[in-house]
């Protein structure tokens, strides 16, 4: 679980350590922060896209996408680790006290809390950040019944968040976890939605989901099951022939005889004429 609940704080802090507290009404000044980490490594301040140049530093970057995906407090020591595992103290140490710098003043003076050897995103500042609203999402879509018609709508809300794999250009391992769990849950919303728009008659949208899922994993079977299956229902056995043939031809030496391979079992109970395609 990423960004989750909200933590009521009222000492904003500064560069270095804590600062006298601001009143409320300036304190909820914090611009509005859009995080985009599927398929892209950017932040928008408001309407403002921030560019590389004003970051001054990837790490400034990516401190600001730790942070975000790990909404509470983390110590400093953690945050390190996380991002100069290999470099000595002193220099780590440095290297942290400048990327705070450059992330406070490019986001906003006060959009990260540091007190007590502890940082975390001001909880009163107005972070969006795509891959936790894509795991909300998912988890609202797993909540919802089968036969549910919001179900639908909410994967493929989902689905439109997913532009490409987490923050695929940032190699500290602390991405990794998050990263697979994307993956795997993008996977999720495509065969999901596949079996939705199945089952109410619309193959057209389920084909175009088998279509991604078969290119993201052109040895899984089940996706060109489920494709054989929309193409005979829709009526078009030469689709579902064309399918049948890309899979085998695919799986090689390594497909199941025909009693045992699930797209050829699909393909038998479903065309009409499948034993002479077959033969």
Aim: contains cysteine; glycine residues 4%; positive net charge.
């Amino acid at each position: 679980q990423w960004v989750k609940d909200r933590i009521s704080i009222s000492r904003p802090v500064g560069r270095d350590g804590p600062r006298r507290a601001q009143p409320a009404a300036e304190t909820k000044r914090l611009l509005r922060v859009y995080a985009f980490s599927l398929g892209d490594f950017r932040v928008q301040r408001e309407a403002h896209a921030i560019t590389d140049a004003e970051w001054q530093s990837v790490r400034a970057k990516e401190m600001m996408f730790y942070l975000i995906c790990h909404n509470k407090w983390v110590r400093k020591e953690t945050l390190i680790d996380a991002l100069w595992p290999e470099l000595p103290p002193g220099r780590a140490n440095s290297l942290f006290r400048t990327t705070l710098y450059r992330l406070r003043k490019v986001v906003h003076p006060e959009a990260v809390l540091f007190e007590a050897g502890r940082l975390r995103l001001n909880p009163l500042g107005r972070f969006w950040h795509d891959a936790s609203d894509f795991e909300r999402l998912m988890d609202e879509a797993a909540k919802l019944p089968n036969d549910s018609l919001d179900k639908g709508p909410v994967l493929e809300r989902a689905l439109d968040l997913y532009k490409g794999p987490f923050l695929e250009d940032v190699y500290s391992e602390w991405a990794d976890p998050i990263r697979t769990r994307c993956d795997v849950l993008y996977h999720k919303a495509l065969l999901e939605s596949v079996k939705f728009f199945l089952d109410r008659g619309n193959h057209r949208r389920a084909l175009e989901m088998c279509d991604t899922l078969i290119q993201l994993d052109d040895s899984d079977e089940e996706p060109y099951a489920l494709a054989v299956k929309c193409s005979a229902l829709a009526g078009d056995h030469e689709l579902a022939t064309r399918y049948l043939l890309r899979y085998e031809a695919k799986a090689g030496d390594t497909v199941a005889t025909p009693q045992s391979n699930m797209v050829a079992r699909t393909y038998r109970t479903l065309v009409s004429g499948s034993k002479s395609a077959l033969a």
